[in-house]
């Protein structure tokens, strides 16, 4: 018996979120269906660094799970290639030691949400961009906003009301907005751990500032406030990425 590491890659568009749920269609669901059928039918269970919600997609989720397959690591991703669905690709595999956990051991995530703001939409694009319709967008006030968000801080204010968690302390090590091409940026933010949300809720708030529905200044109200109430819209789930997940050294 062997742990094994595996980066994956989905497609959230057609999934009902990460977590196994009764009738819906997730992707541990479908990695452990996968799995189960590539052990020929013996139950495998699949952890992952985190839940991602519906619609949300990943580039570099990281997974671990036990094998008795004397399959070796680059092999795997054909391997599991012929039991999952098109919309889940295992990028890499690799043996770890049986300790290892894919969502303990997390020292830090990196998430990336795409925007475009326009008068015209890229039909293409439209399950991977959250696009609004807007002539201007100042990115110099969402920049500035962004800015009184880094570093220790309580997030209960971008936090889903609904969450169980208790502590809603994290650091965000880096929030910035890049700029891609005219019209087109992304979120980037790396931080220890993230509340329920959190990304989705700093994004709303920032591209309300961005379209001078706030001011920029009011990003530390907010974060001050710790009143969820106070916050923007949560932005919708399809342009945000689960970027990659850092293990340290």
């Known amino acids: 018996m062997a742990r094994w590491k595996a980066t994956i890659a989905y497609d959230g568009t057609n999934f009902s979120g990460w977590q196994v749920q009764p009738e819906k269609r997730t992707v541990q669901g479908e990695l452990e269906k996968g ?38 690591p680059e092999r795997w991703p054909y391997a599991l290639a012929g039991v999952l669905p098109p919309d889940i690709q295992v990028r890499d595999a690799k043996v770890v030691s049986e300790d290892f956990h894919a969502r303990f051991d997390a020292v830090a995530k990196e998430y990336r949400y795409f925007l475009h703001v326009g008068s015209e939409r890229d039909v ?45 302390v994290r ?17 980037h933010f790396r931080g220890e751990g993230f509340l329920y949300n959190m990304v989705r809720i700093i994004v ?4 309300e ?19 969820r109430r106070e916050a923007g819209v949560t932005a919708p789930g399809h342009g945000l990425f689960l ?3 850092d293990y340290g050294p």
């Not at 965000?172 to 979120?187: C, D």
């Not at 961005?210 to 990003?219: A, E, F, I, K, Q």
């Open 204 to 207: 709303g708030t920032a591209i």
């Open 243 to 245: 970027w990659s997940v």
């Open 209 to 227: 500032i961005g379209l001078h529905r706030r001011p920029s200044n009011d990003m530390a109200r907010i974060l001050h406030s710790k009143d």
């Open 124 to 168: 293409f694009q439209r399950q991977y961009v959250y696009h609004v319709y807007a002539k201007e967008f100042d990115t110099g006030a969402v920049k500035r906003a962004l800015q009184h968000l880094e570093g220790e801080h309580d997030f209960s204010s971008f936090c889903a009301s609904n969450t169980y968690v208790q502590n809603k």
């Open 171 to 187: 650091l965000l090590e880096q929030v910035t907005l890049v700029r891609m091409r005219e019209g087109a940026w992304y979120f």
């Open 35 to 72: 799995l189960t059928r590539l052990h020929k039918g013996k139950k495998i269970s699949v952890f992952g660094s985190g839940r991602t919600d519906a619609q949300v997609h990943a580039r570099g989720q990281v997974v671990h799970f036990d094998s008795t397959l004397a399959i070796a």
